[in-house]
Nanobody, 127 residues
Framework: QVQVVESGGGLVQPGGSLRLSCTAS????????MAWFRQAPGKEREGVSCITSKRGYTRYGDSVKGRFTLSRDNAKNTLYLQMNSLKPEDTAMYYC????????????????????WGQGTQVTVSS
């Protein structure tokens, strides 16, 4: 049984930082593309970033490029999202997702492509 569990969310002031973690079990982690999506109240779930299996190539949405860094530790079955220079518009529920796939390419925009999802962790950016 595959389980995906996010952690690390919380309340942070604008300009601050948070690191989200996502641990996946029940699958061969390094065979899977991993991604973060987020959903703000009243909005569609949007892709934030993805990382390829094995080689760990990353892609980022324009709204987070240069501020967020995605990484993975395949030995620990864990995905990390380092979020710096946070803005109020980053406030959302953040979801980790996994799909079996390529070492060379990932697509964070196609949520339907992702097979396994976590329950989410809330990030609130406010003064």
């Amino acid at each position: 049984q595959v389980q995906v569990v996010e952690s690390g969310g919380g309340l942070v002031q604008p300009g601050g930082s948070l690191r989200l973690s996502c641990t996946a079990s029940g699958l061969t982690f390094d065979d899977y593309i991993m991604a973060w999506f987020r959903q703000a109240p009243g909005k569609e779930r949007e892709g934030v970033s993805c990382i390829t299996s094995k080689r760990g190539y990353t892609r980022y949405g324009d709204s987070v490029k240069g501020r967020f860094t995605l990484s993975r530790d395949n030995a620990k079955n864990t995905l990390y999202l380092q979020m710096n220079s946070l803005k109020p518009e980053d406030t959302a529920m953040y979801y980790c997702a996994a799909t079996r796939g390529s070492s060379f390419w990932c697509d964070y925009s196609r949520k339907a492509d992702y097979t396994y999802w976590g329950q989410g962790t809330q990030v609130t950016v406010s003064s």
